[in-house]
């Protein structure tokens, strides 16, 4: 009630609150899109491409007068002319009659030979050659139609395997009547390997020979029954009526395929079926891998429940299994981030772990099972590894965290030695860091750039970091000329008064600030990832346009989000609703210390899939903070959702805290507007997720507004949920009646 009379006397008192949410406003938001537009963006998107076995590589530059095909001679430090692309265009002229401007060639499928002379595209359907040094141009045929592709979501059955010759050409491996055959090349007698392969409980067709053709390896795969989710194809555009679809989904709690990695000799027809006391209740469990001596294999074992993950050795001579490498967790194995590389020896392995709080590399030794010693350590996170140099036993990796007078997500690339020493700063400068290398590892080319700092590409030696050539530097002049102004990065403390939160402000083009801005925060706290946008962008597609309605804008990044420490990210553990709110809201507040204009009686949220149910969450379990929320395509109850993402955050079996993080449990809280948004073909989170929650609020009932998308796959809510979401926050947190649709100008 006090919220409704402060907001009411605002509107009554305040004409700079009435002036936003105008059709104005409006129109100059939808206006942004095109002022902003990457294309006032010039000498940009440096996107190299390495000639392999060469030092060579090649980029298109977006110059004002259009794209110029690069090529740079990096020993040489010399940059030329990919090609003439004035005769380019006319020899494509010629053979097709398309009279094309040379700076504007819509190639695609680029790729250019080792000798720099010829360079291959597909343009309008076709596959065409063209010989750079004579200027000739040959077609090479059709684009090949795509190769179905299965949906992220489908488990493979490993039925579709091709038969596999053993490496010594004698004999070929392949599946009949669901056992492990052979067959004699020479005279092509068949041999049965194994007998215990049922409908039921098949072998897979994915055979690996051993090194020396004595023997292969297959797992014995125990399938279960599949879960679906159908939908409903409202409005399909090739029929008049609806269409059903199914889509497999398996979710929290389901039962999962059961693998038994098995070995059989070829020619004396021994069978090595192991105990499976070492990997007994999975929920993955990796295809088998030949060692390089031949005595056994490797494979890796997830455990369900993700508490325990291990590494493990299957003999070929008795087939007894051994741990090689155990990861074991009081909450979770951050499975998904596990680097792993089994050196040629065939006695060492580099892994990464979490164990120390951060991110970092350990040498293992295969013979013990145990690691020799610790390749990087500190309090800063290793993000990736490029490559294991193994003959000059050197990493090139990547990392955040390691700069302390720094944006702590800002990613660098780095080399360190075997042994732990040597740890080299390829990229120092202040940034977020892209990097390419040759093949040799001998250069990289970096672009690097921040949300208030313009791309910067440069070539640099990748054993010392020294900047050997200059490539790129972005111009930006266009882009202010239009009035664009860069985002603010802003630092606070979060919930525990100590820990820096690393967030962005954005204020509409005609800030004044003399007048109070409501503000929305943009949310999309994962976990599994860091989402506070650290590169340069001319144009935020969620955060700059609903800022110019009279808004100010924010993102933050707060616990439960990544590559901090493993203790920062496991405050989701079982607690998905946390959503780093507590930290949000401490932030919000400290801005609003700063900048008296950010009015915090005043807060909206919105967020897409985990966002989505981030930002009903806020309403729900803070509504004292959080007055309005769009939610769009949530995946509101973790129960319903796919099972990799909440098994892992939510943890196995399914318990209480599935129900305590449910927004379809907790629906009976909203005491706040709120506007739900899903496409009826979400293939990513079950469209029943949203549903569920409707349902629950009306046996609770709650108003609230509803918008169904008909054709719509997982989405913010397309253009139409857009502009819903400009009038929802216009008419909650404004105050104002938004301007008729036929009013504004939308590009439409």
């Not at 490993?158 to 009949?176: L, M, Q, R």
């Not at 921040?450 to 030696?461: G, I, S, Y």
């Not at 109070?516 to 506070?532: A, H, N």
């Not at 169904?708 to 009038?727: L, N, Q, S």
């Amino acid at each position: 009630m006090k919220n409704n009379l402060l907001l009411t006397a605002m509107l009554l008192t305040g004409s700079a609150v009435l002036a936003q949410g105008t059709v104005d406003d409006y129109n100059r938001a939808y206006e942004l899109r095109e002022k902003y537009n990457a294309s006032h963006v010039f000498y940009s998107n440096v996107s190299p491409r390495w000639v392999e076995g060469s030092a060579n590589f090649w980029y298109v530059r977006n110059t004002p007068e259009g794209a110029e095909y690069v090529k740079v001679d990096a020993e040489k430090q010399k940059r030329t002319a990919l090609f003439n692309q004035k005769k380019f265009s006319e020899a494509l002229y010629e053979q097709t009659g398309r009279d094309i401007n040379p700076m504007k060639l819509p190639l695609q499928r680029c790729s250019v030979t080792a000798g720099m002379d010829t360079l291959r595209f597909a343009f309008d359907g076709k596959l065409w050659c063209f010989d750079i040094r004579r200027n000739k141009l040959t077609a090479e045929g059709t684009v090949p139609a795509p190769r179905p592709q299965r949906h992220w979501m489908e488990v493979d059955d490993e039925k579709g395997g091709n038969p596999v010759t053993s490496p010594d050409g004698k004999y070929t491996a392949f599946i009949k009547n669901d056992n492990i055959y052979v067959r004699e090349n020479a005279t092509g007698k068949e041999k049965q390997l194994s007998q215990d392969g049922t409908l039921s409980n098949y072998y897979s067709s994915y055979i690996y020979w051993s090194p020396d053709s004595k023997h292969v390896a297959a797992c014995r795969i125990r399938p279960v029954e599949k879960r679906y989710v159908y939908y409903v194809e409202s409005s399909p555009a090739d029929q008049l009526q609806p269409k059903l679809h199914k889509q497999e989904y398996a979710k929290p709690g389901d039962e999962l395929t059961f693998k038994v990695p098995c070995i059989f000799g070829v020619e004396d027809g021994k069978r090595l079926i192991p105990s499976t006391a070492l990997f007994s209740h999975q929920y993955e469990l990796s295809a088998p891998m030949w060692n390089k001596d031949g005595k056994g294999i490797t494979f890796e074992y997830n455990e369900r429940g993700h508490k325990v993950y291990r590494v493990l050795e299957m003999s070929a001579a008795d087939g007894k299994v051994r741990p090689l490498i155990e990861e074991k967790e009081e909450k979770y194995v951050n499975y998904p981030r596990i680097f792993r590389h089994y050196m040629s020896d065939g006695k060492h392995i580099i892994w990464s772990s979490e164990r120390d709080n951060y991110n970092h590399l350990y040498m293992y030794d295969r013979t013990t099972g145990r690691p020799t010693h610790q390749i990087t350590k500190g309090e800063w996170y290793v993000r990736g590894v490029q490559y294991v140099d193994e003959a000059n036993q050197q990493i090139y990796f990547s990392a955040n965290g390691m700069n302390k007078n720094e944006d702590p997500y800002l990613i660098h690339y780095y080399r360190i030695g075997f042994d732990g020493k040597g740890l080299t700063a390829l990229t120092p400068e202040e940034g977020m860091h892209s990097a390419w290398y040759s093949s040799d590892y001998k250069y990289l080319v970096d672009v690097y750039s921040k949300v208030d700092q313009a791309p910067v590409a440069v070539l640099r030696d990748a054993h010392d970091g020294k900047i050997i050539m200059p490539l790129e530097k972005a111009d930006i002049s266009r882009l202010t000329a239009n009035g664009w102004k860069a985002p603010e990065v802003f630092t606070a403390k979060g919930r525990d008064g100590k820990t820096d939160m690393w967030g962005v402000i954005y204020r509409p083009s005609n800030f004044d600030p003399a007048k109070k801005y409501p503000v929305i925060e943009y949310i999309y706290s994962g976990p599994g990832d860091q989402y506070v946008p650290k590169t340069f962008s001319s144009y935020n597609w969620w955060m700059t346009s609903l800022a110019e309605l009279g808004f100010i804008v924010v993102q933050v990044d707060g616990m439960t989000t990544s590559f901090r420490s493993k203790e920062f990210e496991e405050v989701c553990y079982k607690n998905l609703k946390d959503a780093g709110l507590p930290d949000h809201i401490a932030w919000i507040k400290a801005a609003a210390q700063k900048y008296p204009y950010m009015d915090i009686d005043r807060v909206g949220i919105f967020g897409c899939s985990a966002g989505g149910q981030e930002s009903t969450g806020a309403v729900l379990f803070h509504p004292e903070f959080y007055k309005a929320a769009y939610s769009a395509c949530g995946c509101h109850d973790n129960r319903m959702d796919k099972i990799w993402w909440n098994e892992l955050w939510m943890g196995y079996p399914i318990d209480e805290s599935y129900k305590a993080c449910s927004n379809v449990e907790n629906a009976h809280l909203l005491t706040r507007p709120l506007m739900l948004v899903v496409g009826e073909m979400d293939d990513n989170v079950d469209p029943a997720s949203t549903m569920q929650v409707v349902n629950a609020l009306i046996k609770a009932n709650k108003d609230f507004e509803l918008v169904v998308i008909p054709g719509a796959h997982h989405t913010m809510g397309e253009d139409f949920g857009e502009h819903k979401r400009y009038d929802f926050f216009v008419r909650n947190l404004l105050g104002v009646t938004p301007p008729a649709w036929n009013k504004v100008k939308t590009g439409k």
